[in-house]
């Protein structure tokens, strides 16, 4: 009876990710039904479905806000409930609601009529909800590979589009790749070790420091666990794969890969280092400091030569991965509290500048924004979303006071605690240059001619919520910083002091 009541508790632990498994289930149960039903003419879904996987999402949320244990590891030490997953959680189910309500317009102008779509991205949302709890390197590969698969499948959704098969197919070959070799890393982890979870293998390789002789084979498995988990966040020069997937694929799509998955991936990745490889902190941090390196030099300078508006923001994202990294090389409470406060503006400004692309769309549907110059004079036809975009421009560029500017320095000053000096120097000048190509695009919407001219219909509601909440928090974050400033750092100081 003990024992049976010790597993009902885990079933607590991890209640918010099967009450969401168990209704996503029910909704693709209704879809196929209802939308194959004859006697009410085969009605499309697409908007009723969305809805509801909102609602389901909000319903998570406050699951995950509310749950009866603080810290816990359950289901045989293969997950873990604590602090930082309730952060990392509760962000995933935010940018997953945001994602599917600013998709709504574009599945219905974009002829994307399948609800499959909208299952597909609650499906993802639950593996990264497991992905963030893993404490096992075989939950954690499930997990990934379940991700993976919903990747797939959303990147070529757009069936009519010989890009969109393109990316679906590109993303599948190198997805795969990186899958390998990150499964290759953990075989070496327990090939020396004996052990999958986190927590042991710390434990292990504590107390075999001694063995040095045996250490290349864990330094060989820990540097492929990196570049496996580098590969998926599209860290420079693993990022090669990442510019085709992103433009191939539909906008909205591609604002779910820009904001979500990285949260999932950053998450488990601090987690992996911090917790499995602390005693090895000088041998990763080589790794993290070259990768931090080449994505700030290779996201701020190729960036430079783009014209397409969503290779310029995966090459802005590359360049957001390499501050992202700056903070984990420091190993230390207040580099984990700076990438955790990195993280969080860093979805909102992603968030808020995908809903702006996807809202400015022409009256008949058909034109879309594609290149930098169809923003050309924006500042007539549509003011007040010009004004948001600069705004979020700014503060991607690190123009004080804005949210991006208090984000940025904080990860520079925590980066020199650490004496990484030259990362530092190296991320103010990126800084620099990257004021270049955001300033360019102001320039266009405020003083270029068009290649033709576009009358913009109406935005729809759920965009401009989206729009309205993270403009103001990038633009006020300066006056009221203490609540998310302390809800960080004391989540930093509980994982590592």
């Given amino acids: 009876?003990?024992?049976?009541?010790?597993?009902?508790?885990?079933?607590?632990?991890?209640?918010?990710?099967?009450?969401?498994?168990?209704?996503?289930?029910?909704?693709?149960?209704?879809?196929v039904v209802w939308s194959t039903s004859k006697a009410h003419g085969y009605p499309v879904l697409v908007h009723t479905v969305a809805w509801l996987g909102v609602w389901s999402l909000f319903c998570t949320f406050l699951l995950t806000m509310h749950m009866p244990f603080s810290v816990m590891v359950c289901f045989y030490n293969s997950f873990v409930i604590d602090e930082l997953t309730g952060l990392l959680k509760a962000m995933i189910l935010c940018s997953a609601a945001a994602a599917m309500l600013m998709s709504m317009d574009y599945l219905k102008t974009s002829l994307l009529n399948?609800?499959?779509y909208s299952i597909l991205l609650l499906f993802s949302t639950i593996s990264m909800l497991f992905l963030v709890s893993s404490y096992d390197f075989i939950s954690m590969y499930l997990a990934i590979e379940m991700q993976s698969l919903c990747f797939y499948v959303l990147a070529a959704s757009k069936r009519h589009s010989e890009?969109?098969?393109?990316?679906?197919?590109?993303?599948?070959?190198?997805?795969?790749?990186?899958?390998?070799?990150?499964?290759?890393?953990?075989?070496?982890?327990?090939?020396?070790?004996?052990?999958?979870?986190f927590e042991d293998v710390a434990k292990c390789l504590a107390y075999s420091s001694h063995m040095q002789s045996h250490h290349s084979l864990?330094?060989?498995?820990?540097?492929?666990?990196?570049?496996?988990?580098?590969?998926?966040?599209?860290?420079?020069?693993?990022?090669?794969?990442?510019?085709?997937?992103?433009?191939?694929?539909?906008?909205?799509?591609?604002?779910?890969?820009?904001?979500?998955?990285?949260?999932?991936?950053?998450?488990?990745?601090?987690?992996?280092?911090?917790?499995?490889?602390?005693?090895?902190?000088f041998a990763w941090q080589y790794v993290l400091f070259f990768c931090s390196v080449c994505s700030l030099l290779i996201g701020a300078f190729g960036a430079m030569a783009q014209k397409k508006i969503k290779r310029l923001l995966v090459y802005s994202s590359v360049g957001h991965v390499g501050y992202l990294l700056i903070g984990l090389c420091c190993g230390?409470?207040?580099?984990?509290?700076?990438?955790?406060?990195?993280?969080?503006?860093?979805?909102i400004m992603t968030v808020n500048m995908f809903a702006a692309i996807l809202s400015c769309v022409d009256q008949s549907g058909n034109h879309r924004i594609k290149y930098i110059q169809d923003l050309g004079l924006l500042a007539q036809t549509h003011p007040v979303l010009a004004l948001t975009m600069s705004a979020t421009l700014f503060s991607m560029a690190g123009i004080p006071p804005l949210a991006g500017f208090c984000s940025k320095f904080y990860l520079f000053f925590a980066a020199m605690g650490s004496s990484l000096y030259g990362l530092a120097v190296l991320g103010v000048l990126s800084s620099v240059v990257s004021c270049f190509y955001y300033i360019r695009v102001i320039k266009t919407m405020y003083f270029e001619q068009p290649t033709q001219v576009v009358t913009f219909k109406q935005m729809d509601h759920e965009k401009a919520v989206l729009l309205s909440l993270s403009t103001?928090?990038?633009?006020?974050?300066?006056?009221?910083?203490?609540?998310?400033?302390?809800?960080?750092?004391?989540?930093?100081?509980?994982?590592?002091?």
């Fill in 1 to 31: 009876m003990h024992f049976i009541h010790l597993f009902e508790n885990d079933f607590y632990a991890l209640f918010p990710e099967l009450f969401l498994t168990t209704v996503t289930m029910l909704l693709l149960m209704f879809g």
């Fill in 114 to 116: 399948v609800f499959e």
């Fill in 163 to 197: 890009f969109s098969t393109e990316a679906g197919l590109k993303y599948f070959l190198l997805g795969a790749f990186s899958s390998g070799i990150l499964l290759f890393g953990c075989s070496l982890v327990y090939g020396f070790t004996g052990m999958t979870n």
């Fill in 218 to 281: 864990v330094h060989i498995g820990m540097c492929l666990l990196a570049v496996g988990f580098l590969f998926k966040l599209t860290a420079a020069p693993f990022h090669f794969w990442a510019p085709d997937v992103y433009e191939g694929a539909p906008t909205s799509v591609t604002a779910f890969f820009a904001i979500t998955p990285k949260i999932a991936l950053l998450g488990v990745f601090v987690r992996l280092l911090l917790c499995s490889f602390y005693d090895m902190l």
């Fill in 332 to 347: 230390t409470v207040e580099g984990l509290h700076a990438v955790l406060l990195y993280l969080v503006i860093y979805v």
């Fill in 472 to 497: 103001c928090f990038t633009v006020f974050f300066f006056l009221f910083p203490q609540s998310l400033f302390l809800w960080t750092y004391k989540i930093a100081y509980v994982f590592l002091g």
